[in-house]
């Protein structure tokens, strides 16, 4: 895992880290610089469980080494989760059953949709506050439409 860009960014997923364990995140591994890199900007992969969607780490862009674990019980649930952000750059769906995934992944209000961790494909840009138009092809002409690239990994 390489370094964050700058100080500011290093202490600033530190200090949402902080925050999402204050408000009663369970920090499951990570959660601070790593023993070994005592110098730059490094940041150890971290796993937050027992995360409310309502917090900040749940709700802004982290752009660090940060996993947010929330359950759910249903798609419907799942959905509601994924969707209830200002953002929709990327989203990711896993599952064993295909055409679950794609019914899921039609409904994720994201720029692009990977299934089963695979890259995104064809255009890129997001929905809602993220991205900035489109990129690739036809659809960079096509920059102020909503549309979504959904692609499959195994």
């Excluded at 080494?65 to 929709?88: H, K, M, Q």
Aim: aromatic residues 8%.
């Amino acid at each position: 895992m390489g370094p964050l860009i700058n100080a500011e960014s290093r202490d600033r997923v530190q200090g949402m880290v902080d925050r999402a364990v204050a408000h009663g995140a369970r920090l499951v591994t990570g959660g601070g610089r790593p023993a070994d890199q005592p110098t730059g900007f490094y940041f150890e992969p971290t796993v937050l469980a027992d995360v409310d969607n309502r917090w900040e780490i749940a709700q802004e862009e982290v752009f660090g080494p940060v996993t947010a674990i929330i359950p759910f019980d249903t798609d419907d649930e799942a959905l509601a989760l994924a969707n209830d952000s200002r953002y929709g750059l990327v989203g990711t769906v896993h599952s064993s059953d295909r055409e679950r995934a794609k019914a899921v992944a039609r409904r994720v209000d994201a720029g692009c949709v990977s299934l089963n961790g695979g890259p995104p494909y064809g255009h890129f840009g997001g929905t809602k506050q993220s991205g900035i138009g489109r990129e690739g092809g036809i659809v960079g002409i096509q920059s102020f439409t909503d549309m979504k690239s959904v692609s499959w990994f195994g």
